[in-house]
């Protein structure tokens, strides 16, 4: 069992920024591929981004890509997720999710995801 938990969340002007934190507790953190998904109001749970497990290779949905930058520090059981320039549209829930699978091995989808952490809420006001 992995448990993960999100932190970070809040409220921010547009074009500001934010970084989330997800703390993983319970097996071995470096063994798990790492990523992020988000649900806005109304809308399907999206993906954000993805991490490998030793942070060697990052993936990005295309309306993220140059804003947000997702890392991970295995020596804290940590992963962040850095956004940048944000924008009212990146309004969400944002979730933390684990795998054993490698991102570049298989999209990093909802229905592959192991774990999952109870969200934070990002809000982005105009």
């Known amino acids: 069992q992995v448990q993960l938990v999100e932190s970070g969340g809040g409220l921010v002007q547009a074009g500001g920024s934010l970084r989330l934190s997800c703390a993983a507790f319970g097996r071995t953190f470096s063994s798990y591929a790492m990523g992020w998904f988000r649900q806005a109001p109304g809308k399907e749970r999206e993906f954000v981004a993805a991490?490998?497990?030793?942070?060697?290779?990052?993936y990005y949905a295309d309306s993220v890509k140059g804003r947000f930058t997702i890392s991970r520090d295995n020596a804290k059981n940590t992963v962040y997720l850095q956004m940048n320039s944000l924008k009212p549209e990146d309004t969400a829930v944002y979730s933390c999710?684990?795998?054993?699978?490698?991102?570049?091995?298989?999209?990093?989808?909802?229905?592959?995801?192991?774990?999952w952490g109870q969200g934070t809420q990002v809000t982005v006001s105009s």
């Open positions: 999710a684990a795998r054993i699978y490698e991102p570049g091995h298989l999209p990093f989808t909802e229905d592959t995801v192991d774990y």
């Open positions: 991490i490998s497990w030793s942070g060697g290779n990052t």
